[in-house]
Nanobody, 117 residues
Framework: QVHLVESGGDLVQAGGSLRLSCAAS????????MGWYRQAPGKQRELVAT???????NYEDSVKGRFTISRDNAKNTVYLQMNGLKPEDTGVYYC???????????WGQGTQVTVSS
């Protein structure tokens, strides 16, 4: 069982930066693909970025060049560095841990990011 806890959400002005953290419990963190998703009010949850256990990354087009996902397997933590924030980045940001075998798909409780214009 993997338990995820996000932190780092805040209110920030447009153009500012935030770093989100997601701490994982358990001993299998290093083999999980970790992802950050976000959900804006009235919208569906969408993928922001993912990172595999080997460090390969993938980004949603609107955040490329502004956001960076990284992980520290020794600390069981995944990060999302967000620079150049825009009002449209506002939402609840969720951490996800996934693996096909064994089947794991777990979510954190979310952290609120609000970007004011």
């Amino acid at each position: 069982q993997v338990h995820l806890v996000e932190s780092g959400g805040d209110l920030v002005q447009a153009g500012g930066s935030l770093r989100l953290s997601c701490a994982a419990s358990g001993s299998i963190f290093s083999i999980l693909t970790m992802g950050w998703y976000r959900q804006a009010p009235g919208k569906q949850r969408e993928l922001v970025a993912t990172i595999t256990g080997g460090g390969s990354t993938n980004y949603e087009d609107s955040v490329k060049g502004r956001f960076t996902i990284s992980r520290d397997n020794a600390k069981n933590t995944v990060y999302l560095q967000m620079n150049g924030l825009k009002p449209e980045d506002t939402g609840v940001y969720y951490c996800n841990g996934w693996r096909s075998l064994p089947s794991i798909n777990t979510w954190g409780q979310g952290t609120q990011v609000t970007v004011s214009s």
